[in-house]
């Protein structure tokens, strides 16, 4: 029997969809079976970010009206074989679909998966509700910014209230320079307030955006800092004990070589 | 017992009228009266007297009634009519000075309401609202809106280990820190009107202000 995560955040643009498809890529790199399924009807963009939208023939509105088989809604990833999406649908929008047949669907996914990710539309309305009526757990994302903490505890209090309890968090898109000038909140100032677990941390990274308009998960690209950062939630989330990554910024030639030598 | 007497007796058409102080403490205030009905032992015995006890703002329970009324009954002839507080129960001392406890964080979004004073164990986030009739202590950081005395209770205070408020009120007074006034002290602060302006303090100097909020008297 699988897990349902939900990936949430209340504010829009903090890295949802992002987040939903590495950590759902990198979860199928350490060999778990998986399916994620985009909840956000009418706005739909994991399929865009994994580079899947040409595939789509049904969606979660058409299995949810019984228009088709589950299975048939399930898009294959085209770089591994045990990833799964399904999309949302495009032309309806959050009050076509109940959070029951939300969980009834996510039910009937979680014998077959290891994880099931659920990614959640912006905002605490039905969307929001749909999202989180069929997870077991739920990761939060929030960037260091003071609006999208705010709107991260405020959808940290829905949650507890719900059956998934408190949820983890990770905090998206830091800027170590920002940071360490005092101008971007840190993440002991965001944990201080927002008192839950911390999952993780995904420093500001120009792959993410560059992999997202090649349709391409930047988890793929081991070179980059963000993809580093995804990885280590994915072994996180499978119970592995990973130390949170530092997030000084490169080092010279002479720090690697003091790494290297096990002084760094 | 230096100063004045913490017992002042009257004589009415019929009977007499004890006028009990409402500062000390209740003890002290026993061995007091036991030692002014032995010293007049003489003058009070006679005929049968009523006694109206008033025990000004002091509330007492049950336990210490029945003892006032022993102590009384020490002199045979004296009958206790009445024993009266002048602040009435459900006006004041009720709901009003009731402490709710509570632990937990109070987030953006959510509010707590709770009639009389209440102690949180946690925090109040930025964009949580706490609003009691009483006051409130937060044993936490308050980095939301409090508002104490929302009936208009202009004695109310607000406590807090952190005080980092969006927003502070009490009774009909707003403050905006920092704007009005700020606090970078890394200790416990209190928030309190006076002549209608928001000032904030140390809590340890609550004593000052407040005499009624805790009755500690050291041993």
């Given at each position: 029997m699988g897990e349902a995560i939900v990936i949430t955040s209340?504010?829009?643009?903090?890295?949802k969809t992002t987040t939903s498809a590495n950590l759902g890529t990198a979860l199928a790199l350490l060999g778990k079976k998986v399916c994620m399924v985009d909840t956000d009807i009418g706005l739909r963009n994991l399929d865009v970010v994994m580079g899947?939208?040409?595939?789509?023939?049904?969606d979660l509105i058409d299995v949810a009206e019984g228009r088709c088989r589950l299975n048939q809604a399930m898009i294959k990833d085209k770089r591994f074989d045990d990833l799964y999406l399904i999309p949302a649908a495009?032309?309806?929008?959050?009050?076509?679909?109940t959070p029951e047949q939300v969980r009834n669907i996510v039910n009937s996914l979680k014998p077959d998966f290891d994880y099931v990710i659920i990614d959640c539309p912006a905002g605490i309305e039905q969307g929001f509700r749909n999202a989180i009526a069929g997870a077991d757990k739920a990761i939060v994302v929030t960037t260091p910014d003071n609006s999208a903490v705010r709107d991260a505890d405020r959808v940290i209090g829905l949650l507890e209230k719900t059956h998934i309890g408190t949820p983890k968090l990770i905090i998206n898109r830091i800027r170590p320079h920002l940071v360490k000038s005092g101008d971007m909140l840190s993440v002991d100032e965001i944990c201080q307030v927002l008192a839950v677990d911390l999952l993780g941390i995904v420093p500001d990274d120009e792959h993410v955006i560059k992999a997202a308009s090649a349709g391409e998960?930047?988890?793929?690209?081991?070179?980059?800092r963000a993809s580093i950062a995804y990885r280590n939630i994915a072994r996180r989330i499978i119970g592995e004990t990973v130390p949170l990554q530092q997030l000084n910024e490169k080092t010279g030639v002479f720090g690697r070589f003091k790494k290297f030598l096990g002084m760094g | 017992m230096a100063g004045k007497s913490l017992i002042t007796i009257k004589g009415v058409k019929d009977g007499l009228v004890f006028l009990l102080d409402d500062k000390c403490g209740f003890h002290e205030l026993i061995q007091e009266l036991k030692a002014m009905l032995d010293k007049h032992e003489q003058q009070f015995a006679g005929p049968i007297v009523h006694v109206d006890v008033k025990l000004g703002s002091r509330q007492i329970g049950k336990r210490e009634e029945s003892l006032l009324r022993k102590t009384f009954r020490r002199?045979?002839?004296?009958?206790?009519r009445s024993i009266r507080s002048d602040v009435p129960d459900h006006k004041d001392?009720?709901?009003?000075?009731e402490l709710c406890r509570m632990s937990g964080i109070v987030r953006s979004g959510q509010t707590v309401e709770c009639r009389g004073s209440l102690l949180l164990i946690g925090d109040v986030n930025p964009g949580g609202i706490v609003r009691t009739t009483g006051d409130i202590y937060v044993?936490?950081?308050?980095?939301g809106i409090a508002h104490a005395g929302?009936?208009?209770?202009?004695?109310a205070i607000i406590a807090a280990s952190l005080m980092k408020p969006m927003q502070l009120r009490i009774a009909g007074v707003v403050s905006r820190p920092p704007e009005e006034w700020a606090s970078e002290d890394p200790w416990m602060e209190y928030a309190y009107l006076e002549e209608g302006t928001m000032k904030v303090d140390k809590l340890s100097r609550l004593s000052r202000f407040r005499k009624d909020v805790m009755q500690f008297k050291g041993v």
């Open positions: 209340g504010k829009g643009g903090v890295g899947l939208e040409n595939r789509i023939i049904y495009q032309t309806k929008d959050k009050n076509d679909i998960p930047t988890v793929m690209n081991p070179s980059s | 002199q045979g002839n004296l009958v206790v001392a009720d709901p009003a000075r044993l936490g950081a308050l980095r929302c009936e208009g209770d202009e004695r």
